[in-house]
């Protein structure tokens, strides 16, 4: 007899539903503020579409056809975020009175600021263009860079974070970190000319502030020096500023509210700073001494390069 034929099935329903029963923060029933993530997603790429006209077109975006083309995202756009900005208002605060007519005016807002956040992100693929040698033109940078994506949204949830929204910009934001391996949070403020070259693994916290023409590699972390104060530290200022032409090179952690990155710094890979570094100051690592050892016996450096080519030749 088979499993559902003998029972088997029912009795696994009861017992997923008594667990229900004993975790009820993980369940939602007749819940009517549920925030969608697939609509929120379907958002993130009209937004996109608006941000870089053309390029994720299902097909040639005609010049002729531009206005249907953004009158009809913009549509879509009111539509689908004006409910999910409902709904996550009625998350945090309840329905009441006025909550369509106040979604209404964050949406209008929120879109408003597409040309200004268009103009940054000219900048933004600018600062990828010349700062990247292996670059192949600004098409391939907005169609494959992960780091122009991942600053995309983030400009798009940071201003939906100033407008008060709940939620959503941390939904976006996560959205982009789980397809690049670049975590920003909505609230972290970022100048202009800003260029992440590889991008995977880098954090960077809510309260960080970075300004003009800022350049960062893999790896780095712009964060809290302790979060055990827990809620408490909301509102706190925890993470670094950094000041206008900084380069930070990969490995290296930043952290702590009060420390300020001075303009024209560079700080070299797996720095670990929780200090501020004054302007047109280089900061690097001492390199550690490497020992190489063939067959467990030390050995220099010379001697392994002569054994090496000995066994290429």
Same mark, same amino acid.
């Given at each position: 007899m088979s499993f559902a034929e003998n029972g088997g099935v029912k009795k696994l329903v009861a017992s997923i539903i008594a667990s229900y029963e004993e975790n009820p923060e993980l369940v939602k029933l007749d819940n009517t503020?549920? %925030?969608?993530? =697939? $609509?929120?997603?379907?958002?993130? !790429?009209?937004?996109? &579409?608006?941000?870089?006209?053309g390029y994720f077109a299902k097909k040639p975006l005609k010049a002729n056809?531009? =206005?249907f083309y953004v009158g009809e995202?913009?549509?879509?756009?009111?539509?689908?975020?004006?409910?999910?900005?409902?709904?996550?208002?009625?998350?945090? !605060?309840?329905?009441?009175?006025? $909550?369509?007519?106040? &979604?209404?005016r964050i949406t209008h807002a929120f879109l408003e600021k597409i040309p200004a956040i268009?103009?940054?992100?000219?900048?933004?693929?600018?600062?990828?263009?010349?700062?990247?040698?292996?670059?192949?033109?600004?098409?391939?940078?907005?169609? &494959?860079?992960?780091? $122009?994506?991942?600053?995309?949204?983030?400009?798009?949830?940071?201003?939906?974070?100033?407008?008060?929204?709940p939620l959503i910009p941390r939904m976006m934001t996560e959205s982009a970190h789980g397809l690049t391996g670049i975590d920003i949070h909505p609230g972290a403020s970022i100048g202009r000319y800003f260029f992440i070259d590889h991008g995977t693994g880098i954090v960077i916290? =809510?309260?960080?502030?970075?300004?003009?023409?800022?350049?960062?590699?893999?790896?780095?972390?712009?964060?809290?020096? *302790?979060?055990?104060?827990?809620?408490?530290?909301?509102?706190?200022?925890?993470?670094p500023t950094i000041e206008d032409h900084v380069t930070i090179y990969s490995g290296a952690s930043i952290l702590g509210g009060s420390t300020v990155i001075g =303009?024209?710094?560079? %700080?070299? *890979?797996?720095?670990?700073?929780?200090? &501020?570094?004054? !302007?047109?100051?280089?900061? *690097?690592?001492?390199n550690t001494d490497l020992q190489y050892m063939p067959d467990g016996k030390p050995a220099s450096h010379e001697a392994l390069q002569e054994e090496f080519w000995d066994y290429v030749i």
């Open positions: 503020d549920q %925030i969608n993530k =697939e $609509v929120i997603i379907h958002v993130l !790429e009209r937004l996109r &579409s608006l941000v870089f006209a056809f531009l =206005e995202l913009l549509e879509d756009l009111i539509y689908n975020l004006q409910r999910q900005i409902t709904q996550a208002l009625y998350h945090k !605060e309840g329905p009441y009175d006025g $909550v369509r007519e106040r &979604s209404e268009r103009r940054l992100m000219m900048t933004d693929v600018e600062a990828a263009y010349d700062g990247d040698p292996a670059a192949f033109n600004r098409d391939e940078i907005i169609l &494959s860079y992960p780091g $122009v994506y991942a600053i995309m949204v983030n400009r798009l949830a940071h201003e939906l974070y100033l407008l008060e929204v916290g =809510e309260t960080t502030v970075i300004g003009d023409y800022v350049k960062i590699y893999q790896g780095v972390t712009l964060g809290a020096l *302790s979060t055990r104060g827990g809620r408490l530290l909301d509102g706190v200022k925890r993470h =303009e024209g710094v560079v %700080i070299g *890979s797996n720095a670990f700073i929780t200090k &501020s570094v004054p !302007e047109r100051t280089k900061v *690097s690592v001492k």
